[in-house]
């Protein structure tokens, strides 16, 4: 299974810290690029640490920042209605 579609199938169970998705993309670069796409195509929704959604102009900042920054685990991933659909 593809870590996008593992990441979607994890978050079936709730929302992760991204330091945990993390763990399972072979890379920081890998990680950026596949979570920002799904991000842009409404799979997932990223929260900060009040549950708020953070804005998209803020992502950029959030995923230039390097792995295992403590950053990451400010902010989680949750399950949008179009991933869901697409683990279905």
């Known amino acids: 299974m593809s870590p996008e579609l593992e990441t979607l199938d994890q978050l079936q169970g709730g929302d992760l810290p991204l330091n945990t998705v993390r763990g399972l ?6 990680f950026r690029r596949s979570i920002t796409s ?3 195509a409404g799979d ?15 992502h950029a900042e959030i995923f230039g920042q ?3 920054h403590s950053t990451l685990q400010s902010y989680r991933l ?4 179009a991933g869901a659909a697409r683990i279905q």
């Open 66 to 68: 390097p792995a295992g």
């Open 25 to 30: 993309f072979k890379d920081a670069g890998h």
């Open 38 to 40: 799904m991000l842009d």
């Open 44 to 58: 997932v929704i990223l929260l900060d640490q009040e549950s708020q959604t953070v804005p998209r102009w803020k």
């Open 78 to 81: 949750s399950l949008d209605d």
